[in-house]
């Protein structure tokens, strides 16, 4: 959600004039994206913030700003903390940033403006997107959950679903530009409908979705166990493109945790879940989120999530310790759980999710996979003079190329040869190599931007840089 969230901020300014900062130029703004889900966030930012106020006061006329979910919570602590930023704006009111922006140069004094309900769908603004073969597609907005542990809820507000028309629209002008994957996205996406009224838009959504020309792959992201209904699993089965992956946030493995929490399932209803999905799709991969030492976990609820890990083979886990959010019920709940405690805990979760995730990937060993080939997934690629990508479960894959020259966006059959706990290996030469309307698009954007830019007239005002500053040593 963020990453789609900053597509559109990059969008909203690139449609006001402003311009990527090329590589190693000091920009003339900054934007912050923030999360509030973790604890460090706030740390984080700040220490950002504090990083920039040398080079701003170096360099004339930059700007700040702030937004996202810490800003919509921490408001104009931001500016009391910071005064050198000069825009704080929050989840609700990506639009106005521009203005923002301008009034503060305007005024020379900052701006900090929210909106307390949504004011634009952000799939309505402008985007620049970060790949042209593979996007992030809103269909919601908001939570109508009150988990004990979220604050999301308080800053992104009730749910708001688009139109299914609307959706589909705008996936069929992304098939039109060359993309042939998108993930839809919600904090809750399989409840959407709720709005409108209809208990089966999402499976309807994805049955809707096989029917487009030119998409491939589709994926979503995160359903919530109380609203997975058997409907979705069909849809996911019957429809080609929707993809054998499922992200199912577990978040523990404990009924007392999980009532705790507010989360409307039991761990009965959890594995149930999971046994129709596989029953459905059965190379479906499972991945999911965990939380460890939530307050009042006991070591005996903390080893029936062990057990539940155990019994549900999950291929990868999300895994976090708790942290204190303010403003949430689960701040001021007793029996906090000691630090010491949570890392010890945290600790064996790791080491278990690591070991069947290992003996997971272990039987994709001799498999053919049909890999999307992604640029900037394998962080070792140069070096192993490999290419990497992502199976159609979702598993990461690092493959040989061997003499073929497949780009981005294309599409590769594969054999894996072998196999690690976060990713598979295919070394053998590659048994296909489909080139894509996708791979064409990312072709096109690299030629556009070795293009030299032309020579502006002398009497036009020079744009404005939008990046992120480096200090060099």
Not at 192 to 220: H, M, N, P, Q, W
Request: charged content about 25%.
């Amino acid at each position: 959600m963020n990453v789609h969230d900053s597509e559109r901020v990059a969008g909203l300014l690139e449609d006001a004039g402003y311009e990527r900062a090329p590589a190693g130029e000091t920009p003339d703004l900054v934007v912050f994206n923030t999360c509030a889900v973790r604890e460090n966030a706030a740390d984080r930012l700040y220490g950002n913030l504090g990083h920039l106020l040398p080079i701003k006061k170096a360099h004339k006329g930059m700007q700040i700003a702030v937004g996202g979910c810490l800003a919509q919570m921490e408001r104009r602590k931001i500016t009391d903390r910071a005064p050198w930023v000069d825009v704080v704006y929050g989840t609700h009111n990506i639009g106005a940033l521009p203005k923002l922006l301008e009034r503060a140069r305007e005024r020379q004094e900052a701006q900090v403006e929210f909106e307390e309900t949504l004011t634009t769908f952000p799939s309505l603004l402008p985007a620049r997107r970060q790949s042209p073969y593979s996007a992030w597609v809103s269909i919601s907005v908001g939570c109508n959950n009150t988990c004990t542990f979220c604050i999301v809820p308080s800053l992104r507000g009730k749910e708001k679903d688009r139109r299914p028309g609307d959706i589909l629209e705008e996936i069929r002008a992304l098939t039109d530009e060359g993309v042939l994957e998108v993930t839809l996205l919600g904090q809750n996406v399989n409840s959407y409908g709720a709005e409108f009224g209809d208990k089966t838009a999402f499976s309807k959504l994805l049955s809707a979705c096989g029917e487009i020309d030119g998409l491939e792959r589709v994926r979503f992201t995160s359903p919530h166990p109380r609203d997975f209904t058997d409907d979705v699993i069909e849809a996911m089965r019957d429809t080609p493109n929707v993809m054998p992956s499922l992200h199912m946030p577990l978040q523990s493995g404990s009924d007392a945790v999980l009532k705790a929490m507010r989360r409307a399932y039991r761990r009965d209803r959890y594995l149930a879940i999971l046994d129709n999905v596989r029953t459905h799709i059965p190379h479906a991969a499972i991945t999911t989120d965990i939380i460890v030492g939530f307050p009042g976990e006991t070591e005996e609820d903390f080893a029936q999530t062990l057990d539940l890990v155990n019994q549900a083979r999950f291929s990868s886990a999300f895994t976090f310790q708790y942290s204190i959010r303010e403003g949430t019920p689960a701040a001021t709940m007793p029996d906090q759980v000691p630090r010491e405690v949570v890392q010890e805990r945290y600790d064996r979760l790791v080491a278990l999710v690591e070991q069947i995730a290992t003996e997971e990937n272990a039987k994709q060993d001799g498999n053919i996979v049909e890999v999307l080939v992604a640029e900037g997934e394998g962080r070792k690629d140069a070096a192993t003079h490999r290419l990497s990508g992502r199976a159609r479960d979702n598993r990461l894959v690092h493959f040989s190329p061997h003499d073929t020259t497949p780009r981005p966006g294309d599409i590769v059959t594969t054999r894996v040869t072998s196999t690690a706990p976060h990713y598979l290996r295919a070394d053998d030469a590659p048994l296909e190599v489909r080139r894509t309307r996708a791979g064409d698009a990312w072709e096109a954007r690299q030629r556009a931007a070795a293009a030299p830019v032309p020579e502006a007239p002398s009497d036009t005002p020079a744009p404005v840089l939008l990046g992120m500053p480096v200090l060099r040593s």
